[in-house]
């Protein structure tokens, strides 16, 4: 039980690195933000440029200096945001100022519709997309690479004759094609790169996909910083963060190649490259990459472009930042932009999830701007024009970071996620519990806090920001957030995640046909408890084993592989797929097999020995999980169906934990759940570090446990062959409950705003307890609401507990002058047992909102306002052993 006593005696490690934004403050503003950052249980910060106005200059050195100092006597780790401001890739402006060459290039391709017949026929193709190259004076870098003609099989959807294509280069003089059109429907494609046409923010920004670009980068934020302080890397700096770099070919989440008009990222060796791949002609093929064609040869090269180029992106730009890294004794972190897809596109997105992070020592994602919110699993609005797929955020993108975490050994099992900023004001300390354990139970162990601001408050930057110079009124009890956070952190850390599915990456199946994204199996897996992780085409280049039908990657194994629909998929893959299932790995396609390899290469012979596989099925989506549970591959099983109930199964040499969390945002959860292990288990209560009565019972070889779950909750069950008798069990749950008190009458409320806390003032008598957020009480309060009552008690018990009921949303209670302690979400719930006497006792709740009331943000428009104050019902529950009836 070593991870357990190691939380039980407060020697967990860190594993919260906040953003801690630096504008130039003063000394003192930076030192008290790192004395309230580490006394808020917090081991290291993130600095990041928000921007600073003297990046890597003699105003960031002294900035430096001073965190790094507060850091060294507190004995916390500093890693650094790597540009001057997000995204990453600016270099501090040295691409722009010194390195203007290195730039991003583009390809694109002007297209121009003629009829045919016509002998002696010219046509001018010095002109570009756009009105500026048609400017006079217009002076761009673009380059022609070749003029290609090509017949138009479909006038109304505009697809062209991939087998009449014509490299008419060698005709064009002057800007001008002398070329005799032929009989039909013609297009000439002027296939050119350009520095044009792609997200105008990063428009001078470094080409990810050439290494010497990247290199600027590391002379210009790297280097300086291991020459300053060189003595502490490794040390107390741990390394440096990429925040969303991207291509940028496109502003937005949807560049899909063949499905969205935009310029394609390209470099001065990218045509060299694709003829070395594709082993065949190219240059007269690149209109496909922007046309449809008849046939598969459009399908094609736009696979094989995909696959060069977020190769490409994955080797010399972020290997090459984290190979720096590691030879220097830092590591290196970051995320790319998952959003709404964008993981596997082009524009926001850097082609290939798992290669884009493959140079990374942690898996990494991020959560901000109201993507993920309790009950909105769906496509809602949100402060981005296109909304947020619910769906992808809520079943996919936490899975799919800790899965990179897990099959990837560089990362060790480390899964890190950016959250909580531009949700708002609106957003507290209790919807920040609940997003955390959404990422603890699907396997993120590693967290930055987006942020602390030292700007003067209030600062509208993407709102919440926490201590806000003492503002926060919920701060004084972050630490319990921090330590909650760290202690369930690191029992699911540096030990083996235990799923029996594994669903394939869809990244592949994207770029070249119709496909079904990963997460849509995902939800189908969660909803019934069947565990998973997303696994890339990738890894099967590397001959995984297959031993006694499961399939092993780096610790994990899995019985099961899910194939989302895909129209094609790679060759090689496929016969990987199927070399796997004559292993005895069982293998499920959903709706129906791949129909043809990206490539354009025949495989109907492949696919006929697929279906005749004893080891391959296809299953619709809405039977995927009834197929894996008739197969006996879930691991676990509810009484009852409970889509809102996730788990995590984690086992260490001597321990095994689940994590089990009711993600319905209102809704309690009383069900029973089977787990297949024939030992002794006990509830671990993060939030006050102690060991609880786990209500089970043997049964055909493993236990049954009771599992009550309110909203917000979660519960850690932890499984051991050791002794679990040597710990202090609180029996409660074991107890029935025998009396209900309602405790009502006139209670006394008085309130204080955050920075007169705790002078209350305001001081009212209410009868009932109500929102105090109405129009006609205190609709713009924000801070502290204190609350006062006697009540009687008859008589004395074994043992009871006071449930405050509805709260929003920090509870702190005292019980006859007694603090009682915190809770920050639901179920607010205390054990005053200890405290609670015959007669007349005092109670005294204080309860602290979020600062959305007073500061009515734009982000915090997306989200649900809740009530104020304690709402009740208050109550106190007696129990007895009903064993002594």
């Known amino acids: 039980m070593k ?54 200059g003699p105003l960031w050195w002294r900035d430096m200096d001073i965190i790094m100092d507060e850091a060294r006597k507190r004995e916390m780790k500093v890693w650094v945001l790597d540009d001057s401001h997000f995204p990453t890739g600016y270099a501090a402006g040295k691409i722009k100022e010194e390195h203007p060459e290195l730039k991003k290039w583009y390809l694109n391709a002007h297209r121009m519709d003629f009829p045919g017949p016509l002998k002696d026929s010219s046509f001018i193709i010095k002109y570009y997309p756009g009105r500026v190259s048609a400017m006079p004076g217009y002076k761009g870098e673009d380059k022609i690479l070749a003029v290609i003609a090509v017949k138009i099989s479909d006038t109304e959807t505009g697809a062209i004759d ?160 984290g ?79 800790a899965s990179l975490g897990h099959i990837d050994p560089k990362k060790k099992g480390r899964t890190m996620c950016e959250l909580f900023g531009a949700y708002g004001w609106v957003e507290g300390l209790k919807s920040m519990k609940w997003l955390t354990d959404h990422l603890l139970v699907r396997g993120v162990n ?31 009890f972050m630490k319990k957030w921090s330590d909650y956070t760290n202690r369930i952190s690191h029992l699911l850390s540096e030990g083996t995640h235990i799923a029996p599915v594994a669903v394939l990456y869809h990244g592949e199946a994207e770029w070249s046909g119709e496909y079904m994204p990963f997460h849509k ?41 899910v194939i989302p629909y895909a129209e094609a998929l790679p060759q090689n893959l496929l016969k990987s797929i199927y070399e796997l299932t004559e292993k005895g790995l069982k293998v499920i396609f959903i709706s129906k097999l791949t129909e043809r390899a990206s490539e354009g290469v025949e495989i109907k012979e492949l696919i006929a020995k697929l279906k005749e596989s004893n080891n391959c099925e296809i299953v619709q989506l809405n039977g995927v999980a009834e197929k894996i549970k008739d197969l006996g591959i879930n691991e676990i099983v509810l009484d009852s169906f409970e889509p809102y109930v996730t788990y995590y199964h984690y086992k260490h040499k001597d ?8 993600e319905h945002p209102y809704t309690n959860i009383d069900t029973k759940v089977y787990i297949p292990l024939n030992k002794k288990s006990v509830y671990y209560d993060a939030f006050n570090n102690s060991i609880k009565a786990c209500k089970s019972q043997f049964r055909d070889g493993g236990v049954e446990i009771d599992l009550n779950l309110s909203a917000y909750e979660s519960k850690i069950i932890i499984f051991s062959s050791d002794d679990l008798e040597n710990y202090d069990v609180d029996n409660m749950e074991d107890l029935k409950e025998v009396e209900e008190l309602n ?105 602290t909102n979020t600062l959305v009331k007073a500061h009515k943000d734009a982000f915090s428009q997306y989200a649900i306002q809740e009530p104020v104050g304690l709402l009740g019902a208050v109550k106190v529950l007696t129990y007895k052993d009903p064993t002594l009836w």
């Open 743 to 847: 405790i009502e009458g006139s209670w006394k409320v008085s309130m204080a705003e955050p920075l007169d806390y705790p002078n209350f003032k305001k001081e009212v008598h209410l009868d009932k307890l109500v929102n105090l957020s109405i129009p006609n009480l205190y609709p713009n309060f924000s801070g502290t609401v204190k609350y006062e009552i006697n009540f009687e008690v008859k008589e004395t018990v074994e043992k009871a507990l006071l449930d405050l009921g509805r709260v929003y949303e920090i509870a702190e209670l005292w019980l006859n002058g007694e603090n009682l302690g915190v809770r920050i979400c639901p179920p607010y719930k205390f054990d005053i047992s200890s405290y609670l006497k015959k007669g007349t006792n005092s109670l005294v709740v204080e309860v």
């Open 323 to 401: 190979d720096w890294c590691r030879e220097h004794g830092v590591e290196y972190i970051g995320h790319v932009i998952e959003d709404n897809g964008a993981h596997s596109r082009l524009g926001y997105g850097p082609g290939h999830f798992f290669r884009a992070l493959d140079g990374q020592d942690m898996s990494g994602i991020d959560v901000i701007g109201g993507q993920i919110v309790p009950g909105m699993e769906f496509l809602h609005s949100g402060f981005t024009a296109a909304g947020w797929d619910g769906e992808f955020f809520h079943y996919g993108l936490a899975k799919l970071g």
């Open 3 to 56: 991870r357990l006593n190691e939380v039980l005696n407060n020697e967990e490690k860190n594993y919260i690195l906040p953003f801690f934004w630096q504008h130039g403050e003063d000394e003192e503003t930076l030192r008290d933000y790192m004395k309230h950052i580490n006394e808020a249980g917090i081991k290291a910060v993130c600095i990041e440029s928000r921007p600073h106005p003297d990046f890597v």
């Open 521 to 561: 199996v995902v939800k189908e897996l969660v909803q019934n408890q069947i565990d998973c992780d997303i696994i890339p085409a990738d890894v099967f280049s590397g001959d995984p084993a297959v031993r006694d039908g499961k399939l092993f990657l780096n610790n994990e194994s899995f019985k099961c592989l």
């Open 655 to 662: 321990e095994d934990i689940f994590m089990f969390f009711n």
């Open 162 to 321: 991939e087998k009449t294509l014509i490299d008419v280069s060698e005709f064009v003089k002057d800007g001008v094609l002398y070329w005799d059109i032929p009989e039909g429907k013609w297009s000439i494609f002027v296939v050119f790169m350009t520095r044009n046409g792609g997200e105008e923010t990063t428009k001078d920004y470094l080409n990810p996909i050439v290494a010497k670009a990247t290199r600027v980068l590391i002379d210009t934020v790297y280097e300086p910083h291991y020459n300053r302080y060189k003595e502490d890397f490794g040390k107390t700096l741990a390394g440096f963060f990429s925040d969303e770099p991207r291509f940028g070919n496109l502003k937005g989440f949807e560049g899909a190649i063949g499905r969205t008009k935009m310029v394609l990222p390209w470099s001065n060796d990218m045509l060299e490259i694709l003829e070395s791949e594709i082993g065949e002609e190219v240059l007269v093929s690149l209109p496909l990459l922007f046309a449809g064609g008849v046939g598969d040869k459009d399908h094609a090269i736009r696979y094989h472009y995909m696959d060069i180029v977020s190769r490409l992106y994955g080797k010399n730009f972020t290997t090459q930042l």
């Open 446 to 476: 590693n967290f930055v806090p987006h942020a602390f601001s030292p700007k003067p408050f209030p600062d509208w930057d993407c709102p919440p920001h926490f201590y806000a110079g003492g503002n926060d009124p919920q701060f004084r």
